[in-house]
């Protein structure tokens, strides 16, 4: 997937109006496997040590990266609200060479 794809796709379910806070974890799931083949993205991974990630990106089943995603226009970044999926993505580790 293009990251044109990418936004497209994003853009057409968010228009929708009936988008919930993991529409658009499959879309943000087959751009990070395109942008970076050696990596496998984990959706909703168990429970990790730095607590639970929206994704975990794994090299040679080694955990390179974790993913929290917030929804769109969400203010809260730290996490102070429970929120909702999508393209603000905040990385806690992500130890990948693109």
Not at 15 to 38: N, S, V, Y
Not at 67 to 90: T, V
Request: hydrophobic letters at 35%.
């Amino acid at each position: 997937m293009t990251l044109k794809n990418y936004i497209n796709n994003i853009n057409r379910r968010y228009k929708q109006g009936d988008a919930t806070e993991h529409t658009f974890r499959g879309d943000l799931q087959q751009l990070l496997e395109t942008l970076i083949p050696d990596i496998r993205t984990t959706n909703e991974p168990q429970r990790q040590a730095c607590g639970a990630p929206d994704f975990i990106l794994t090299r040679n089943d080694i955990p390179v990266g974790f993913i929290e995603a917030k929804d769109i226009g969400e203010s809260d970044l730290e996490g102070k609200r429970k929120a909702g999926i999508i393209n603000l993505i905040i990385f806690a580790s992500f130890n990948v060479t693109l």
